[in-house]
């Protein structure tokens, strides 16, 4: 409580009590009155070099340290677990209740980093979910981007975590879908299910449910951005090899796109894209860039079968792996991405994502000579998987 005490009032206004946080610390000399914007932070100590170390210590500093959680020390889903079932224990305790109320949760990390924390909030299956903020920290942020909180990796000091803090009080409450992955192989001959190297998101089970077959691996796991086969690496490659030696061949490459409807976060409905040829596909490195849209479905099953290719390139949510495929006439790998529920995420005023609740559901884009050189840049970073305004959900799917 004596830090309590110290702190300004600004800072007071997240500070949660230990005794909410666990059943063994002593409610005695509580605030007065409940905090405004009582926060949970998760920070991947080992994300943006130095960076989540040292925002740790800050967050510390201006909060009880028992709220701010190193992702490298303490599991979040058991830290998230102890912390409702000691709210469930003080459900008659006006003071906490309001706490849950108003939860909220920030995360500083990469895009597996913040799709860890939404899916144990989804499994959770809380009736007042906390909405999650997200901290660009490290590479491939994605996630934080797509709801405007930018790329670049944030400030460590007291002022810039003040400032995300007047960000997270001001930011609007969106849902988001959440899409559950299957994934099913014949075991190898030799060795286990272990020597395959797979992203965080994807785990492997044994034989779990009636529908696991005998002799197959089975690996579950999600996402919430995006799903890619097969050429990202490529494309990647060709496209920064061409444009140093073709830089002319570079310009302009979005002309005459007529109004797309935005795709939509929260409507239970996955986009599917596809490329004509691996040249098609670099058109996702340029401002606006995206490729053929095919359908939109809440469930989609790919089936792969023996071909010339040993092994395909996947990617979750940024994670990639090296799957292997089929070497024998009779074996299949089975990948199949079904609808899995929701998710409240905070967005700023510079939200890119839209939702299906917006009174506002068209946007135009234009060749890109009307951006300036800032949204160019990010526009460049960002892969707009859009929606056309005339898909059908397909009836087979």
């Not at 491939?140 to 981007?145: D, H, Q, T």
């Not at 991405?337 to 609740?357: E, F, P, R, W, Y």
Request: with cysteine; aromatic share 10%.
């Amino acid at each position: 409580m004596e830090k309590y005490e110290k702190l300004s009032d600004f800072h007071k206004k997240f500070y949660i009590p230990s005794y909410v946080l666990s059943p063994e610390a002593d409610p005695v000399a509580m605030p007065r009155t409940p905090p405004e914007n009582p926060i949970l932070v998760f920070i991947n100590s080992k994300s943006g070099g130095q960076l989540g170390g040292q925002l740790i210590l800050t967050y510390r500093t201006i909060l009880n340290d028992k709220q701010v959680f190193d992702l490298g020390v303490e599991s979040p889903d058991q830290v998230l677990r102890r912390i409702y079932l000691n709210l469930e224990r003080l459900k008659d305790d006006a003071f906490a209740c309001k706490i849950q109320e108003k939860l909220k949760i920030i995360v500083a990390g990469g895009d597996g980093t913040a799709g860890w924390i939404l899916g144990i909030v989804c499994d959770l299956k809380l009736s007042n979910p906390p909405p999650i903020a997200t901290i660009p920290l490290g590479t491939g942020n994605n996630l934080p981007f797509a709801f405007g909180w930018g790329k670049k990796n944030p400030g460590t000091d007291k002022s810039s975590v003040e400032s995300f803090f007047n960000q997270v009080i001001k930011a609007k409450e969106m849902k988001i879908d959440n899409w559950y992955t299957l994934m099913r192989m014949k075991a190898p001959k030799k060795g286990s299910c272990e020597s395959i190297e797979l992203p965080p998101s994807l785990h492997s089970y044994h034989n779990v449910s009636p529908s696991d077959q005998e002799g197959y691996l089975t690996f579950r796991g999600g996402f919430w951005n995006y799903f890619s086969l097969g050429m990202d690496a490529q494309v990647s490659y060709e496209f920064h090899s061409q444009r140093k030696l073709h830089p002319e061949n570079f310009k302009n490459q979005m002309v005459n796109q007529r109004s797309q409807t935005p795709p939509f976060v929260d409507d239970g409905l996955i986009e599917i894209v596809g490329f004509r040829n691996a040249w098609h596909g670099l058109v996702l490195l340029t401002p606006n860039g995206h490729g053929t849209r095919l359908a939109q479905a809440n469930r989609i099953r790919f089936e792969f079968k023996k071909g010339a290719a040993r092994h395909a390139y996947m990617r979750m949510d940024g994670e990639p792996w090296k799957q292997p495929l089929p070497l024998d006439d009779d074996e299949t790998v089975m990948l199949e991405i079904s609808h899995h529920g929701q998710v409240n995420i905070l967005a700023t005023d510079n939200c890119k994502s839209k939702s299906m609740h917006e009174s506002s559901s068209t946007t135009r884009f234009s060749d890109g000579n009307d951006h300036d050189s800032s949204e160019a840049q990010g526009e460049e970073e960002f892969r707009k998987f859009g929606a056309a305004d005339s898909f059908k959900h397909p009836k087979d799917l």
